[in-house]
Protein backbone atom coordinates (compact mmCIF):
# COMPACT_ATOMS: atom_id res chain seq x y z
CA UNK A 1 0.00 0.00 0.00
CA UNK A 2 1.30 3.52 -0.90
CA UNK A 3 1.97 6.25 1.73
CA UNK A 4 0.57 9.51 1.87
CA UNK A 5 4.46 10.92 0.64
CA UNK A 6 4.11 8.35 -2.09
CA UNK A 7 1.07 9.18 -3.45
CA UNK A 8 1.87 13.14 -2.95
CA UNK A 9 5.67 12.98 -4.24
CA UNK A 10 4.41 13.46 -8.04
CA UNK A 11 2.37 16.27 -7.35
CA UNK A 12 5.23 18.12 -5.83
CA UNK A 13 7.47 17.43 -8.20
CA UNK A 14 4.86 18.84 -10.76
CA UNK A 15 4.13 21.82 -8.85
CA UNK A 16 8.03 22.58 -9.05
CA UNK A 17 7.97 22.22 -12.83
CA UNK A 18 5.36 24.64 -12.70
CA UNK A 19 8.09 27.13 -10.77
CA UNK A 20 11.20 26.01 -12.96
CA UNK A 21 12.67 28.12 -15.82
CA UNK A 22 13.34 25.69 -18.13
CA UNK A 23 10.62 26.01 -20.82
CA UNK A 24 10.45 21.77 -20.79
CA UNK A 25 9.74 21.01 -17.64
CA UNK A 26 7.12 24.16 -17.35
CA UNK A 27 5.64 23.29 -20.38
CA UNK A 28 5.21 19.71 -18.57
CA UNK A 29 4.05 20.89 -15.99
CA UNK A 30 1.22 23.17 -17.52
CA UNK A 31 0.12 20.33 -19.84
CA UNK A 32 -0.96 18.58 -16.70
CA UNK A 33 -1.86 21.38 -14.72
CA UNK A 34 -5.72 19.82 -13.90
CA UNK A 35 -3.81 17.10 -11.69
CA UNK A 36 -2.65 19.58 -10.19
CA UNK A 37 -5.62 21.55 -9.32
CA UNK A 38 -7.55 17.71 -8.56
CA UNK A 39 -4.43 17.38 -5.89
CA UNK A 40 -4.71 20.98 -4.46
CA UNK A 41 -8.73 20.74 -4.40
CA UNK A 42 -10.95 23.43 -5.96
CA UNK A 43 -11.23 26.56 -3.23
CA UNK A 44 -6.84 26.54 -3.06
CA UNK A 45 -7.12 26.42 -7.17
CA UNK A 46 -9.25 29.23 -7.00
CA UNK A 47 -7.05 31.14 -4.33
CA UNK A 48 -3.65 30.06 -5.39
CA UNK A 49 -2.97 28.52 -8.55
CA UNK A 50 -4.94 30.18 -10.51
CA UNK A 51 -3.38 33.59 -9.12
CA UNK A 52 -0.56 32.35 -9.58
CA UNK A 53 -0.62 31.18 -13.11
CA UNK A 54 -2.11 34.93 -13.73
CA UNK A 55 1.04 36.54 -12.57
CA UNK A 56 3.65 34.22 -13.82
CA UNK A 57 2.05 34.61 -17.29
CA UNK A 58 5.62 35.83 -19.20
CA UNK A 59 6.88 32.99 -20.80
CA UNK A 60 7.48 31.47 -23.36
CA UNK A 61 4.62 31.23 -26.33
CA UNK A 62 4.43 27.25 -26.08
CA UNK A 63 3.59 27.48 -22.60
CA UNK A 64 1.01 30.43 -22.93
CA UNK A 65 -0.63 28.77 -25.88
CA UNK A 66 -0.42 25.29 -23.44
CA UNK A 67 -2.18 27.49 -20.54
CA UNK A 68 -4.72 29.40 -23.08
CA UNK A 69 -5.85 25.61 -23.79
CA UNK A 70 -6.14 23.95 -20.40
CA UNK A 71 -8.34 27.37 -18.99
CA UNK A 72 -10.43 26.57 -21.24
CA UNK A 73 -11.83 23.51 -19.82
CA UNK A 74 -10.64 23.75 -16.43
CA UNK A 75 -14.60 25.04 -15.34
CA UNK A 76 -14.32 21.79 -12.91
CA UNK A 77 -11.58 22.34 -11.05
CA UNK A 78 -12.37 25.86 -9.91
CA UNK A 79 -15.64 24.88 -8.53
CA UNK A 80 -17.98 24.70 -11.60
CA UNK A 81 -19.95 27.55 -13.38
CA UNK A 82 -20.56 29.55 -10.26
CA UNK A 83 -16.79 30.11 -9.78
CA UNK A 84 -16.02 30.40 -13.32
CA UNK A 85 -15.53 34.15 -12.86
CA UNK A 86 -11.94 33.35 -11.70
CA UNK A 87 -10.80 32.33 -14.90
CA UNK A 88 -11.82 35.55 -16.84
CA UNK A 89 -8.63 37.46 -15.95
CA UNK A 90 -6.25 35.02 -17.10
CA UNK A 91 -7.12 34.72 -19.98
CA UNK A 92 -8.13 37.80 -20.30
CA UNK A 93 -4.69 38.60 -20.18
CA UNK A 94 -3.60 36.25 -22.84
CA UNK A 95 -5.60 37.61 -24.97
CA UNK A 96 -2.87 40.34 -25.23
CA UNK A 97 -0.04 38.53 -25.48
CA UNK A 98 1.67 39.48 -28.77
CA UNK A 99 1.63 36.12 -30.59
CA UNK A 100 -1.82 35.80 -32.63
CA UNK A 101 -1.91 31.97 -32.16
CA UNK A 102 -2.06 32.69 -28.15
CA UNK A 103 -4.41 34.97 -28.27
CA UNK A 104 -6.85 33.06 -30.32
CA UNK A 105 -6.04 29.89 -28.37
CA UNK A 106 -7.24 32.19 -25.29
CA UNK A 107 -10.53 33.79 -27.39
CA UNK A 108 -11.46 30.22 -27.92
CA UNK A 109 -10.81 29.29 -24.14
CA UNK A 110 -13.01 32.43 -23.26
CA UNK A 111 -16.02 31.60 -26.07
CA UNK A 112 -15.73 27.74 -23.73
CA UNK A 113 -16.17 29.37 -20.38
CA UNK A 114 -18.55 31.79 -21.77
Do not use: Q, W
Amino acid sequence: MATVDEILHPIAVLIDELKNEYIKLHLNSIRRISTIACALGEERTRKELIPFLNENNDDDDEVLLAMAEKLGVFIPYVGGVDHANVLLLPLETLCTVEETFVRDKAVDSLCKIG
